[in-house]
């Protein structure tokens, strides 16, 4: 009988893999640490180096959570986890310039863990991907490899990751988590297991597919509604009226939904569509509204930018040759993460047409990494250089307790303040500072 049947399925002592750890993959190994077995595994060396310090750059786990998790430790070498009996993967699974979905990553974490599985072993997918990777690409991966059988001599799970960076209060723990396994039994261990760390509950669904179908459609379906208001900003713009003051007199009836409009960037809302679409034009269907709502949200930038300079050139300022502050540049407000942002996009938008260099401030972001992969230098605060122009571009705290003298130092007599997340309060909505 086959160890994973529930009967001899010993959950308190089987050791446990947690390969990838970035924003979803540390909370995990912080929370199965604190009850049992777990090596953490990353490729980084300096991550690892990092996270054996107790620090993690990207500001989830406190050091009082590193030394809660006293049954975890750390390494970059594969053979440390040749051991383990359960493996959760958490890879990224970014698009390519062509916007259709990246997978060797994950296709290389397969053929690692098919060179160390052993019979009976269950690996665990937590990265979001479309319907019918797990099944269909990453196990028979790992049998090749490993020439172990899927389903006989190893088990497959998915659970994906719900993980909301730099939010304090959603947090992996509180968050109900979906569960899956490729055998009834199996999935019945996939969920008792998340059961250990996951306070509020999980939800366990009838298949794999069902679990990758879940997940990819959560954030599908907020970059559709964000995509609708998005558009309907453009609209109120060439009618000249407040998409805010609209949108806050149609929230007061009670079934409208909250979407703002806003530059969609990130790991999730604005990568994981194209893996929806892309398998629904393998299954032999267009998927209109799925793509032009990506459509909308990834020609927001330029739009701004273009938008931004009417606005200069409306107010006698010289677009050209304008001084410019860029205040923000991650993806979203209170957290170091800059995944796919679209400050990025504005930025290089805004640079089609001045040729000024482009002065940005954040005070979360990790600068030397900006400057590796986007090439922006990023400067240490702002001083009294007297800007044409100042874009709050992202809602960080720290920004939303700028006072109204603070923010006229910022700038010129005549000048334009681009305040793009609604950070502040106008007597009009339409009067700048």
Same mark, same amino acid.
């Given at each position: ?25 540390? $909370? ?5 640490? +604190? ?6 595994? #990353? ?38 986890? +040749? ?76 659970? $994906? ?110 990568? #994981? $569509? ?84 482009? #002065? ?11 400057? +590796? ?51 502040? +309060?106008?007597?009009? $909505?339409?009067?700048?500072?």
């Amino acid at each position: 009988m086959n160890k994973f049947m529930i009967k001899n399925f010993n959950i308190k002592t089987c050791k446990l893999a947690m390969i990838g750890l970035g924003y979803v993959g540390l $909370p995990i190994a912080i929370e199965f640490g +604190k009850k049992r077995k777990v090596i953490g595994f #990353d490729l980084n060396k300096s991550r690892i180096n990092e996270l054996k310090k107790n620090i993690d750059c990207n500001l989830e786990i406190s050091k009082k959570e590193f030394k809660s998790s006293k049954k975890l430790v750390f390494t970059n070498k594969i053979q440390e986890l +040749k051991d383990c009996e359960i493996f959760i993967v958490s890879i990224p699974t970014p698009i390519d310039n062509k916007k259709k979905p990246d997978l060797s990553l994950l296709k290389n974490c397969c053929e690692m863990i098919g060179s160390i599985i052993k019979n009976g072993d269950l690996v665990i997918f937590e990265s979001t991907v479309y319907p019918g990777v797990t099944e269909e690409i990453c196990a028979p991966i790992i049998q090749k490899k490993s020439g172990l059988k899927f389903n006989q001599d190893f088990f497959c799970g998915y659970s $994906p990751e719900r993980i909301n960076p730099g939010d304090k209060n959603h947090r992996l723990s509180n968050i109900v988590k979906i569960t899956s396994g490729s055998t009834p039994e199996v999935s019945k261990i996939v969920d008792w297991l998340y059961k250990q760390i996951i306070k509020t509950g999980t939800y366990n669904v009838p298949s794999i597919k069902v679990a990758e179908a879940a997940k990819v459609i959560e954030n599908t379906q907020r970059d559709v509604n964000i995509a609708l208001i998005n558009e309907l900003s453009i609209i109120f713009d060439k009618l000249n009226i407040d998409t805010k003051s609209v949108l806050d007199a149609a929230n007061t009836k009670w079934n409208f939904l909250p979407f703002k409009p806003g530059l969609v960037g990130g790991h999730c809302i604005g990568v #994981d $569509p194209y893996y929806l679409a892309y398998k629904s034009l393998k299954v032999g269907h267009n998927p209109k509204m799925i793509l032009a709502g990506r459509k909308i949200n990834d020609q927001m930038p330029l739009y701004l930018a273009n938008k931004i300079k009417h606005m200069m050139i409306k107010k006698k300022i010289d677009h050209i040759n304008a001084k410019i502050l860029i205040m923000g540049f991650t993806f979203k407000e209170n957290c170091p993460d800059f995944r796919n942002t679209k400050v990025a996009d504005l930025i290089n938008g805004i640079k089609k047409y001045n040729k000024t260099k482009i #002065d940005i401030y954040d005070p979360w972001i990790n600068k030397k990494e900006v400057k +590796k992969i986007y090439g922006f230098d990023l400067i240490k605060y702002p001083s009294k250089k007297k800007y044409d122009l100042v874009v709050f571009a992202v809602a960080h705290d720290e920004f939303k307790k700028f006072t109204k003298n603070q923010i006229k130092d910022l700038v010129k007599i005549k000048h334009i303040i681009y305040d793009l997340k609604n950070l502040f +309060k106008y007597k009009n $909505p339409n009067t700048q500072f």
